[in-house]
């Protein structure tokens, strides 16, 4: 069986399984697209409309790699923020003996000693978020071990518009909207397909043509969909938590503390399509293989440098990046350099310079889907099964 056969049939699996009811894959090399795809629809209704690969979904905790980790990168870059900075110089309510010590770095690299969430509910406005996480307790000793924290993201967040003189999501369109390109939208479920079903693999003379030609597409790696995009996004529900449950969320980001910060935040806040997101997988696909021909932030000494693995005792952390364990998300076929990130709305994008390849899975599983374990045990499956490629 081809490996992206294997791979299509877990993820149809995954449907059956109701694990979630729409992805969009984006598999490729450092030279373009090998296999692009879109699976099931947009709910689990039966009447509902067939998922495309132009389906943009809310891509949840990658945004803290391809949005706040990028922007973060470039102000380094430019020398407006130094890694070893302390976090107390930039946030007034960071005050507190066993809290003084922690820094940049160990925010990106989720060492900090933040908890993962707020106990209460989330507030209102940036200035009550900056007092409520620094009056936070910490949870353990900073770079004493690595727990996962939106919080720490959403400080990135701050500190980066503050820094750059501009919202997150303005600094990132900076950056990333001259590279905003997507193949033509198919003319149906599988007719541009790359893989089984699609003609093989695509002539790259014909993507080179593709991508300059369609410069002038809508905005698919956004923090806000243009209006009439938000239609054709991928739904999904609210926590029990949240005040909007009891309704779907089409184009509205599920994350409740980015939605409290108007949709725009450090942690979560990203819409985009599979190809968009593998788009910015080849941007730092490239750099990480020493191409020096590559837009900034993405330099390959940089690049380096933030997908290094922390020295916090067993942390598989990187900075705002995570690293390739053998029992993570990105499965057991990966090399050693291989790094990714996973969103909890179901989705993930890895990458493995060694290989030369990237691997973006996108789906909505909290449209009434399965559990996280389930979705993980999908993700490694999909991932082995590709492992050959």
């Known amino acids: ?16 399984a109701r694990t979630f009811p729409s992805a969009a894959v984006d598999l490729g090399d450092s030279a373009g697209p090998l296999w692009t795809d879109a699976f099931g629809t947009m709910t689990f209704d039966p009447a509902s409309a067939a998922t495309s690969i132009d389906t943009p979904f809310d891509l949840a905790s990658l945004t803290k790699v391809i949005a706040t980790t990028t922007v973060v990168m470039e102000l380094v ?33 989720h060492a900090s000693g933040l908890p993962a969430r707020l106990i209460d509910a989330p507030p209102h406005t940036r200035r009550e978020f900056e007092h409520d996480i620094g009056a ?23 500190l980066a518009a ?33 893989g089984p079903g699609g003609g093989g693999r695509p002539d790259r003379r014909e993507i080179a043509v593709r991508l300059q030609t369609d410069t002038a597409s809508e905005a698919l790696l956004t923090f806000d969909l243009p209006t009439e995009l938000r239609r054709l996004a991928a739904p999904t529900r609210p926590m029990d938590a949240d005040p909007r449950r009891g309704r779907l969320l089409v184009g ?6 980015a939605a409290a910060l108007g949709g725009v935040a450090g942690h979560a806040g990203l819409f985009g399509t599979a190809p968009a997101t593998g788009a910015f997988a080849r941007a730092v696909l490239r750099a990480s293989r020493g191409d020096l021909d590559g837009p900034p932030p993405f330099t390959p000494a940089l690049l380096a440098e933030f997908t290094a693995k922390s020295a916090v005792d067993q942390s598989s952390r990187a900075l705002g990046w995570d690293t390739m364990l053998p029992t993570s998300s990105c499965g057991s076929g990966m090399s050693p350099r291989a790094f990714g990130h996973v969103g909890f709305t179901g989705t993930s994008i890895w990458i493995d310079p060694a290989r030369d390849r990237y691997f973006v899975l996108l789906t909505n599983r909290v449209c009434d889907g399965g559990t996280i374990d389930e979705m993980r045990a999908v993700r490694r499956a999909f991932h082995d099964a590709l492992s050959d490629v």
């Open 1 to 16: 069986m081809r490996a992206e056969e294997a791979a299509r049939r877990v993820i149809h699996d995954a449907i059956a």
């Open 77 to 109: 870059r430019t020398g407006t923020l130094r890694l070893d900075e302390r976090v107390s110089s930039s946030f007034e309510d960071w005050r507190s003996a066993d809290r003084e010590s922690v820094t940049i770095r160990d925010l990106l690299e």
């Open 136 to 158: 936070l307790p910490l949870e353990y000793a900073p770079r004493s071990r690595s727990i996962y924290s939106d919080l720490g993201f959403i400080l990135l967040g701050f």
């Open 162 to 194: 503050d820094r750059g003189g501009a919202s997150l999501a303005e600094l990132f369109d900076r950056i990333a909207g001259p590279r905003r390109v997507r193949l033509p939208p198919s003319r149906n479920a599988s007719a541009d397909h790359r």
């Open 252 to 257: 509205d980001v599920h994350d409740n503390y």
